[in-house]
């Protein structure tokens, strides 16, 4: 049963310029969420993907969007980077037809570590 | 006032202890709770859910809900080193549009000592 799986890992990029990360969700899920986590912090939502259509946003500019594919897999792109970008980007997966009550219950990938130099 | 709020720790317990991490919760109407396991450069894993006021016990985790009093914690038993790590507290609440949406804390560093 495949987990979350992220692209790249690691990669290390420079201000001004443009990033994708990629995911795919657990095997049976179809939800895709995107996290930033800076270092000594909680995640923080960036926005959720269901049925390729953005259906939540967390409070991040424009400069952050997102696709996800037919095959319930996942992008998100950053442009215009900034040095406050740096941080280890996570993907969580789930299932939106999920009781209320479990939809907290999210699957993470092991992260994309973007610095921004 | 922060939605949820954890002591940033580090919490400090003896190899054999009871570890014992709070959670305080704002939102009054939040429905669920989680407890996620960070290690160091790792992703967060779900440890335990809840949902019920009361206990939750699985293995040597203990989940803890007092909804009247808004707090949620998560009590390690015989706690190990390899239980050193950051938990954070997850709370699933409604926003303005009535859209689920999942709080976080930013997390207790719990270090375990031989």
Redesign the interface.
Known sequence: DAGVTQSPTHLIKTRGQQVTLRCSPKSGHDTVSWYQQALGQGPQFIFQYYEEEERQRGNFPDRFSGHQFPNYSSELNVNALLLGDSALYLCASSLWGARIKNTGELFFGEGSRLTVL | QKEVEQNSGPLSVPEGAIASLNCTYSDRVS????WYRQYSG?????IM?I?SNGDKEDGRFTAQLNKASQYVSLLIRDSQPSDSATY?C???SFNAGN????I????TSLAVNP
């Open positions: 429905q669920s709770f989680f790792k992703s967060p894993e779900l859910s949902y954070l997850a709370v699933h859209n689920r949406k999942l976080w804390g930013l997390g």
